[in-house]
């Protein structure tokens, strides 16, 4: 039974991923974003981690979304024809995703996962909420914060972008 839900949470994931960057209008490609990040979190619940379904839905659902959607706005995206040239390239990167995928399913010699140093141990009685914050503050703390990082050059960057010239201070780029 969990293999049907694994499947159809798979099955609609790729699907509105696939609509994410297909369609046209920047408002039906958010409302497609939204419902992948909701069977993503499905996903996590038939995974039996239930504080990554719950933070996907926060944080992904709720405030990235949010983020998207003023980003759309703020920007006043109209259609052009830059569309009609990234067919090639969107067409070369799906072929490319479609032989990985062939090949991992043909692969016979299955291994195990490499497992950093330090997460194989559980803790016991902790939840998953204490597990995560654990790992992610010990062994994973470089990568969090290398993230960190990204997200607030982005931020800056799109600050820096949509800023109107008011008074002649804006920067020119």
């Known amino acids: 039974?969990?293999?049907?839900?694994?499947?159809?949470?798979?099955?609609?994931?790729?699907?509105?991923?696939?609509?994410?960057?297909?369609?046209?209008?920047?408002?039906?490609?958010?409302?497609?974003?939204?419902?992948?990040?909701?069977?993503?979190?499905?996903?996590?619940?038939?995974?039996?981690?239930?504080?990554?379904?719950?933070?996907?839905?926060?944080?992904?659902?709720?405030?990235?979304?949010?983020?998207?959607?003023?980003?759309?706005?703020?920007?006043?995206?109209?259609?052009?024809?830059?569309?009609?040239?990234?067919?090639?390239m969107a067409a070369a990167v799906g072929v490319t995703l479609v032989i990985e995928a062939i090949v991992l399913t043909a692969m016979k010699g299955w291994t195990a996962p490499v497992v950093a140093a330090g997460t194989e141990t559980t803790v016991g009685g902790a939840g998953n909420a204490e597990a995560i914050g654990d790992v992610l503050y010990t062994t994973y703390l470089f990568p969090f914060e290398v993230a960190s990082v990204i997200l607030l050059v982005a931020m800056i960057g799109a600050i820096i972008l949509a800023k109107k010239d008011v008074g002649g201070n804006a920067p020119q780029l």
């Open 1 to 88: 039974m969990e293999q049907v839900f694994f499947f159809y949470f798979a099955i609609v994931i790729a699907a509105a991923a696939v609509l994410v960057v297909a369609v046209r209008n920047p408002i039906y490609s958010a409302l497609s974003l939204l419902i992948m990040f909701f069977h993503v979190a499905g996903l996590y619940v038939t995974l039996h981690a239930e504080f990554l379904a719950a933070v996907q839905i926060i944080v992904y659902a709720g405030a990235i979304l949010v983020l998207y959607l003023f980003v759309v706005m703020l920007l006043n995206l109209r259609r052009d024809d830059r569309y009609h040239r990234q067919w090639p």
